[in-house]
């Protein structure tokens, strides 16, 4: 393993999901779903902040993507991206984003084992992640019951 391969790799995720939900705070329209996005914007850009800084710390230059966001949601989830228009939509994707970002954790804390330092970082964001995750993945269920007994 690279570390410093798998670094920028996780800086890419981070600023990815920092996007993504920066991208959806104009379309909400619930108080208590905006605070909870800051607070998710918050801790992603935490994330974000320590790549980079890291890299940085190393000497490296911190990389860059270009292009739409649905070119990124494709290289990160595989897949087409949804309609946002609806809260079901955002959470659904939420949910892929943390899952997909869940699983990279994981893998990159059983190759960065030698390195204390920063697996106990990797650990602090996956658990991060898991937050959001469940999050995401309750008010979901909480949407789609809404939108079922109307």
Do not use: P
């Given at each position: 393993m690279n570390p410093i391969l798998r670094l920028k790799e996780f800086y890419l995720l981070e600023m990815?999901?920092?996007?993504?939900?920066?991208?959806?705070?104009?379309?909400?329209?619930?108080?208590?779903?905006e605070h909870a996005y800051q607070r998710i914007i918050e801790l992603e850009r935490h994330h974000v902040d320590y790549y980079k800084e890291t890299l940085q710390q190393h000497g490296e230059e911190v990389p860059f993507f270009s292009g739409s966001l649905t070119a990124l949601a494709g290289r990160f989830l595989g897949g087409p991206m949804l309609d946002l228009t609806t809260a079901e939509n955002r959470y659904k994707l939420g949910v892929a984003v943390e899952t997909k970002a869940i699983e990279m954790y994981r893998?990159?804390?059983?190759e960065a084992w030698e390195y204390p330092d920063i697996c106990k970082r990797l650990w602090h964001n996956m658990i991060d992640e898991e937050f959001h995750?469940?999050?995401?993945?309750?008010?979901?269920?909480?949407?789609?019951?809404?939108?079922?007994?109307?």
């Open positions: 990815f999901q920092l996007t993504v939900y920066e991208s959806q705070m104009a379309s909400l329209q619930n108080e208590y779903i893998a990159f804390v059983m995750l469940l999050w995401f993945k309750d008010n979901l269920k909480h949407a789609t019951s809404l939108v079922q007994s109307i």
